[in-house]
């Protein structure tokens, strides 16, 4: 029987490649339950794969994007699992969210093709959502130091910045300061394939007596 919604699927060819390698680190750093928002969710292959192999999350895909909301949902359709929500129409830049809290956000390959404004955005939202110790998930390619890791990465970044003068690979330190003003932490920055990052930074947990002074005031 033919799938009727199977031209809605979009596939990604580094969705597919990416997958494993990210689903690796996102084990180790990920909540053992609760629910992970994703950010930017794109075609929808992440959300199946992830919500798959971790089935005590609930896992929210996200994105801006009608298209690819209607693919999340024929790839959701398609998987049939429990813990796989349905899509929000979520962009980082337009308040309010269309979810109060979460215990960790994944974005996965955003920052670098959107503005600058949108890593702020979505800096200042995971801030306001993710309690103290919950964590952010970023992957992508990133500057070091102020320069790039490889060069395909400065032909990546040209050819971004071609295409829209406001996107481009992003320097990690400035990623990290955004982070920091919002309460997080950088607990790991992992090395992919294809040399790119995935960077987990946690919210931190307020000291006892910090939460106690906040309390009494």
Known sequence: MTDPQASLRLTAPAA?????????????ALPARGTVLEIASGTGQHAVH?????????W?????DPRARAS????????????????????VRSEPWPIEAVDAIVCINMIHIAPWEAAIALM???GARIASGGVLVLYGPYR???????????????DLRARDPAWGVRDLEAVDALARAEGFVCEAVVPMPANNFTVVF?????AASAQQASTER
């Open 16 to 28: 597919a490649r990416n997958a494993a390698p990210i689903l690796d680190v996102l084990r180790t």
């Open 50 to 58: 992830f919500a798959a192999a971790l089935p005590d999350i609930d």
């Open 60 to 64: 929210q895909p996200s994105d801006a």
């Open 72 to 91: 999340i949902d024929a790839w959701r359709a398609h998987a049939g699992l429990a813990n796989l929500c349905a899509p929000l129409d979520l962009d």
């Open 124 to 126: 200042k939202g995971a």
């Open 144 to 158: 070091r130091d102020g320069a790039h890791t490889a060069p395909s990465n400065e032909a990546f970044d040209a």
């Open 202 to 206: 946690r919210k931190e947990k307020l």
